[in-house]
């Protein structure tokens, strides 16, 4: 069922504007984000004529752009990404961890998005693999999936790494299965001290190497020393680590991560209304607890558009990443050995389809199968509009 406002719907009605409004100021991958949600389902990327096998109703459904940025089409992404993955899950408690960059950090990646986030990946999958692997904490090799978001709830730019790991690892000899505690993995005031000196110390490097770059107002943050005085403070500051309880079992884990592996900056459900006044829509103040963290917002339509494509990502930039034993060259390997050590039966091997499963509905008339009747290329109109339901050619006769 189409949600009474969506993203598209806002791209067409202020987009045209926006866009002559920054025009210069616009990065290409954003203005083909723009496009790709406002061709969306749309006549403009071709599309097929359905018919029903019993009653002979017909529908139009056009294609989908297949964008990583788009409301619309994470759904069979998603579920073509889990297929994959479920052979991966172990009968161990999944823990959720997340490690947070400091405002500042954020400012600095808001010039440099790519160098900054891949610096985010880097720092905070060798800080987990380290205190892993130290014998004083749990002494062993673990599996990482970390998935990179880039938004806070209402929008904002707030950088941070999801990570789910499984509770255990192999020991460092691979000769035994070792376990976290049921409720404990690391401790975080360990992890997080860590990733701020791993991180804030290849940040200067890579400065030094000009591979961090400021504008406007903040050149000035491009000479060497302006730049150690500036993040100078950030040594001291806490820098927001936690873990989470462990999920209570793999399905659990298969939720989460249908939920958060191809979530873009906002869903059109949260999405109110679009007026006059701007777009409302749903968001979560981690300020407030109880029935009051859930508030709504309206931002001018504008803003709302500048918002949203501040998450754009650089192009090939992969936010979902595998470290460790789930890394991609040694997975099947290490993921067979823990489940040999864990007294498992290895599962099955799943074989993703190389096209996302017919999820086509069933005819609203007589519930009967659709099936494909005609494809129609991009910008082009089928050769007739579908006949009206036989319902309705009998009611009118």
């Known amino acids: 069922m189409r949600p009474p406002v969506e993203v598209a719907d806002i791209f067409h009605r202020h987009g045209a504007a926006w866009r002559a409004e920054h025009a210069g100021h616009v990065s290409l991958a954003q203005l083909k984000v723009m496009s790709a949600i406002e061709t969306c389902r749309t006549m403009a990327l071709g599309g097929h004529i359905e018919g029903c096998e019993g009653c002979g109703h017909r529908r139009i459904a056009y294609n989908s752009c297949r964008n990583r940025h788009c409301p619309k089409c994470q759904g069979a992404a998603a579920r073509k990404w889990l297929a994959t993955r479920e052979a991966d899950l172990l009968p161990v408690g999944y823990f959720h961890v997340v490690f947070t960059v400091p405002s500042e950090i954020a400012n600095i990646a808001f010039y440099n998005k790519a160098v900054v986030y891949d610096l985010l990946f880097q ?11 130290d014998p004083r904490h749990l002494g062993a090799r673990i599996g990482i ?8 709830s209402a929008l904002t730019h707030h950088p941070h790494i999801h990570m789910v790991v499984p509770g255990g690892g192999l020991s460092l000899d691979g000769m035994r299965w070792i376990s976290s505690r049921p409720a404990f993995l690391l401790p975080v005031h360990v992890l997080s001290k860590l990733f701020r000196r791993l991180f804030l110390t290849r940040l200067i490097e890579l400065h030094a190497a000009g591979h961090i770059q400021f504008f406007g107002n903040q050149t000035d943050l491009n000479e060497r020393r302006a730049f150690l005085r500036h993040i100078a403070p950030l040594r001291k500051k806490n820098w927001i680590t936690y873990a989470k309880p462990p999920f209570s079992g793999p399905e659990a884990v298969l939720a989460y991560l249908s939920r958060y592996t191809h979530r873009v900056a906002i869903s059109n459900r949260r999405l109110i209304t679009l ?7 749903r968001y979560k103040d981690y300020r407030r607890d109880g029935p009051d963290r859930q508030r709504t917002m309206t931002l001018a339509a504008s803003e709302f558009i500048r918002r949203f494509l501040l998450h754009v990502l650089p192009q090939g930039f992969h936010r979902i990443r595998h470290y460790g034993l789930l890394a991609s060259g040694g997975r099947k390997k290490n993921v067979a050995r823990a ?10 091997e799943t074989v993703a389809p190389a096209e ?8 609203p008339y007589c519930g009967g199968r659709m099936i494909i009747i ?3 290329e991009r910008r082009m109109q089928p050769r ?7 319902r309705t050619r009998m009611m009118a006769s």
Do not use: N, Y
Request: charged residues 20%; glycine residues 6%; contains cysteine.
């Open 123 to 133: 720092a905070a999958s060798e800080t987990m693999l380290t205190i892993a692997a």
């Open 145 to 152: 999936t970390a998935v990179l978001h880039t938004w806070g």
């Open 275 to 281: 007026d006059e006044s701007g777009v409302t829509f």
């Open 339 to 348: 489940r040999e050590l864990l007294a498992v039966a290895p599962k099955p």
């Open 356 to 363: 996302p499963e017919d999820q086509r509905p069933p005819c």
């Open 374 to 376: 005609e494809i129609f």
């Open 384 to 390: 007739g509009p579908p006949r009206a339901p036989i």
